[in-house]
């Protein structure tokens, strides 16, 4: 059988600290596998983003609540490839390695309105719209209209804004209220994740 011509799998890529995971990752990984955006997506926990400061939980950790919060999700995975690769994790290191290891899929990067807001600042940018195509979702906190592409107007073709319903929620504020709330029950995560939270006395 010849195999040249076969369709590759899309495969997005959505990468994050999840710090933990909650309700607004897996209800916009569910939505965009199912509004057909992408033949599966795969969640990337990283274990050091170089934009952003200390305070992670461990990575063994952090990476077994996203695999228990997407168990049930159809075509949604959780990949440790960054745990492989050398620290501080680029988002252009990880999807050349994941294009290298799967030659068979297509990668298609998928990203919130506030890391479109500083892509420009993310290590060899440009390297990343010129090989892979990247989705862009809305986030409540900024605004409707769309960013302006001048600083990319070569790579615009390649660039997506997908209306997708996004959960108005931050793993930041999460951990915020488990801080300072005694009383916080677990609001904006699963309730096998908050169960796992509560058992680590986290």
């Not at 077994?64 to 995975?77: C, S």
């Not at 050398?86 to 390695?97: A, C, D, G, I, V």
């Not at 990343?128 to 862009?136: A, D, E, G, S, W």
């Not at 915020?176 to 709330?181: D, G, I, N, P, V």
Request: a negative charge.
């Amino acid at each position: 059988m010849c195999t040249q011509n076969r369709k590759k799998v899309v495969t997005g890529v959505y990468g994050g600290s999840f710090n933990p995971i909650h309700i607004g990752h897996t209800r916009m990984a569910r939505e965009v596998v199912a509004r057909g955006l992408v033949d599966e997506l795969w969640l990337v926990v990283s274990p050091q983003n170089p934009l952003k400061g200390d305070g992670l939980w461990e990575d063994a950790f952090r990476l077994e609540l996203a695999k228990m919060a997407v168990v049930e999700i159809d075509g949604v995975e959780v990949s440790d490839v960054e745990f492989h690769l050398p620290k501080p994790n680029y988002m252009f290191t990880t999807l050349q390695s994941l294009s290298d290891r799967f030659p068979d899929r297509e990668f298609v990067l998928i990203i919130g309105m506030d890391n479109w807001e500083c892509f420009v600042k993310w290590y060899r940018w440009q390297d990343i719209l010129q090989n892979y195509r990247l989705i862009v979702l809305p986030r409540q906190s900024f605004c409707d209209s769309k960013p302006c592409l001048s600083c990319v107007p070569e790579f615009s073709l390649g660039i997506e804004f997908a209306e997708v319903e996004l959960v108005n929620i931050s793993s930041s504020w999460i951990r915020s209220q488990m801080a300072e709330e005694p009383s916080y029950n677990g609001m904006g995560l699963l309730p096998a994740v908050w169960k796992k939270i509560k058992e680590e006395k986290r």
